[in-house]
């Protein structure tokens, strides 16, 4: 589909989603404003991004007539998380533009393969090795040693599927975790801070990238995005020069985020690469208001092929996201007239559940 | 209804929103932002709100059967123009809280009555009299003198329905629309510049306004809007005051806009209300970049009840229309990084018809 890749999708045309939570509500939005018809294909009732979206097709990703007719209505695809079943993403492809590429899709998709790929780079990680097996976790530790956490290779988020091994005492529920799925080992980080690089690449090869995003998580969820970073210059210059090369390696077209950590060696600043989103980040949200185009607006350019908006940051960021039942101080929050208030439509407020974010832009130090 | 619109609407309810172009489109998608849902009511297929709606009733204004069901399945009712037939108004805010209230709306919709409404707060109008029929058109061209403008009472928008009189060779032309429909003649203004305050009166009572604005037009339609407004502080002041007593004498819940001549008078500026537009507003479009809260979301927040959002601006403004083909110029735009291109998924670029609009904010003078 190259040559079909590189035309420039004009306003009125037909971008389709894969996925239909708040990403894809979010990214429903920003297409809606440049005039875009959006089309979301997502197996769950109610998904959040129906109720923004001039199509939707409720199906699940094992329905090839659904997903041939999703293709067939759309004139790119793109996705909102990136544990899409590999059938779907061969159809899909062979039918339409898909972005980012399948490729990136899978060396992202399993940790095992993301890491082996970021290495071979040259880019740092935590040092890890395979688990195929529980049989293969105490030779695993021998090597790696501990603290370690045990993930599985695949279908991990905020958590889920991975295990922190401190102690001999924490081996028995890694070997049951080693023995439910494909796992790898990695060592443990002492990190001084998480950052995130939230940056966008488009079908021409164009770059851009947002100020490095500072996170703090709670119950391995992500609590807190705040910027600027306290950090070296250069630090921050190295964070997006890596962010670039991953881009550039996978031939990435969108908004990807790489989660790195930030640690302290012998006074000096390093980063560690712990893993890539192939698609836009709850550590982005901020940029719908704090910056000049937000990492939505910039996927939907970059899928485009439109020329990318400005990154710049408008201000000091706080950005917070709203977990279960934090959605009850809903009021409480917009009382504050500062607060960007964001609600994704979500009915129950189960425990761990992203109900919506909030966003505060201060004024910077710099331009007081 | 009084008791009930004074309850605060949770996220999650419905808002029905009457009207379902540009105005309908924007402010859905600011609804969607706060966790709530939309329902559009319009007659027209392949309106460009239905895209961004979690539902929408295509119908005819006069269908009763259809305005009860869309009553029946929202929980507040609000509406993008004025020219909604009346019977539809009392059927609907019968069934349902609607803001702005129906006597605003009937109120505003009527230039005779506007007019007598702003004088009768002894608020400067420009100097105005019935037309009922042709026959009374030369007394009253006695009266107001020449140059004047004959405008039709009601329906008019964009410089339909109106016509300037200069000489006594312009006579014929109005006689033919006098005779069309009932109109008022106004004394026309020597305006030094248009301007117009987008503000905001939620169900409680508190008010909050944006900066003022000031308003080029080219054949009638709106072009380009230009902040800060190169006024006297007080005449800003002034120009706010003279929306709060509006918008209090209306009990007005929601965004409105009232479009004033800004007059230099023996080197004093001196303002005179044209007229109110009962809704969102072109003239403060820019308002989703450049200022905390857009007039979009303020208009939602207190439709809800909510308290209102900060409106300070973040820059110097410049919003342009994109009026029928100037669509094309899309790509261009874009291209200007700065640029906030927002398109309305229009099909079909009729002349004069609003299609889209750019806002530019550029780092305000007193924060460089």
Known sequence: MAAETETILPPGSTIGIVGGGQLARMLAIAASQYGLKVHIYAPEANSPAFEVSAAHTCASYEDEEKLRQFAAAVDVITYEFENIPAAAVSLLSNMKPLHPNAEALSTTQDRL?????????????????AVPDSGALDDAITQIGLPAVLKTTRFGYDGK??????????IPAA????????????????????VS???????????????LCVNEHKNHILDITRLPANVKAET???AISIAQRLANALDYVGTLAVEMFLVEDKGKEKLVVNE???????????????AVTSQFAQHIRA?????????QRTGRIKMRNLIGHDINDWLEIVTDEQAHLHLYGKEEAREGRKMGHVTWVFPDKMAQ
Do not use: M, Y
């Open 175 to 194: 070997r049951k975790l080693a023995d439910s799925a494909v796992c790898i080992l990695e060592g443990f980080v002492p990190f001084r801070e998480e």
């Open 113 to 129: 393969s993301e890491k082996t790929f970021i290495s071979s780079l040259g880019i740092e990680t935590a040092p890890f090795i």
């Open 303 to 311: 899928i485009c092929n439109w020329p990318l908006g400005q990154t």
């Open 197 to 211: 690089v939230i940056a966008t690449r488009n079908l021409s090869g164009a770059f851009s990238s947002f100020d």
């Open 161 to 170: 599927g991975q295990i922190i091994i401190r102690t001999e005492a924490d």
């Open 276 to 290: 890539i989103a192939p698609r836009v980040h709850n550590s982005g949200h901020w940029t719908i208001e704090g």
């Open 236 to 238: 921050e210059i190295q």
